[in-house]
């Protein structure tokens, strides 16, 4: 009789264990985590692109040292913010935000120097690159929008009764959104 009892405890708790949607909640993490790379991988790419824009600028721009030295050194700091995807908080995800912003700043700044010269602006290889960087800007927004469409499914789905009870006991927690920065609403200023 006590066998049947650990027998029949042993598959109620197997029935219950296979339904709590721990396989689930494993595979939405690693989404969630396979999202994030892309949208590293998009942000290398643009990273990738900027030094042959800076020799491409600087062949005809060779004055304007200190906004390439300024694109050079934000693009330094923008690849050294990094964030483990299983560990990403708020303050990690303002960083990164942080340091992309300051690339974005010096490639616009970048951009308004390539005004003044004629010559560069119809230089077929700028064209080249500044058509690949345009379209990798375009790629990083449409990888950030699926990095936080696969974050709010995962969050809905561990915080969702019963997981949201048992999926902090197996390490499951809400994961951060990436977010507009700050003034982000207001359109930029350019002025030639």
Same mark, same amino acid.
């Given at each position: 009789?006590?066998? &049947?009892?650990?027998?029949?405890?042993? +598959?109620?708790?197997?029935?219950?264990?296979?339904?709590?949607? &721990?396989?689930?909640?494993?595979?939405? /993490?690693?989404?969630?985590?396979?999202?994030?790379?892309?949208?590293?991988?998009? &942000?290398?790419?643009?990273? /990738?692109?900027?030094?042959?824009?800076?020799?491409?600028?600087?062949? *005809?721009?060779?004055?304007?040292?200190?906004?390439?030295?300024?694109?050079?050194?934000?693009?330094?700091? +923008?690849?050294?913010?990094?964030?483990?995807?299983?560990?990403?908080?708020?303050?990690?995800?303002?960083?990164?935000?942080?340091?992309?912003?300051?690339?974005?700043?010096?490639?616009?700044?970048?951009?308004?120097?390539?005004?003044? *010269?004629?010559?560069?602006?119809?230089?077929?290889?700028?064209? /080249?690159?500044?058509a690949q960087l345009e379209?990798?800007?375009?790629?990083? +927004?449409?990888?950030?929008?699926?990095?936080?469409?696969?974050?709010?499914? &995962?969050?809905? *789905?561990?915080?969702?009764?019963?997981?949201?009870?048992? +999926?902090?006991?197996?390490?499951?927690?809400?994961?951060? *959104?990436?977010?507009?920065?700050?003034?982000? /609403?207001?359109?930029?200023?350019?002025?030639?």
């Amino acid at each position: 009789m006590k066998r &049947y009892r650990v027998l029949l405890m042993a +598959a109620v708790v197997a029935v219950l264990f296979s339904s709590c949607g &721990y396989n689930t909640m494993v595979e939405k /993490d690693e989404q969630v985590t396979a999202s994030w790379a892309q949208v590293e991988n998009v &942000y290398q790419r643009r990273a /990738d692109l900027i030094p042959n824009l800076v020799n491409t600028v600087k062949g *005809y721009a060779a004055h304007e040292k200190e906004t390439l030295t300024g694109v050079i050194e934000a693009r330094s700091k +923008a690849t050294s913010v990094t964030i483990d995807p299983t560990n990403m908080n708020p303050q990690m995800m303002q960083q990164f935000n942080q340091a992309q912003e300051g690339l974005s700043s010096a490639l616009s700044k970048l951009m308004v120097v390539v005004e003044k *010269y004629p010559d560069l602006k119809a230089n077929q290889g700028f064209l /080249d690159l500044q058509a690949q960087l345009e379209g990798t800007e375009n790629r990083i +927004a449409v990888e950030r929008r699926k990095f936080n469409e696969t974050t709010q499914g &995962y969050n809905s *789905y561990i915080r969702k009764f019963p997981r949201v009870i048992y +999926a902090g006991w197996f390490g499951f927690e809400k994961k951060t *959104y990436f977010e507009a920065q700050q003034g982000a /609403d207001k359109a930029p200023e350019v002025q030639f």
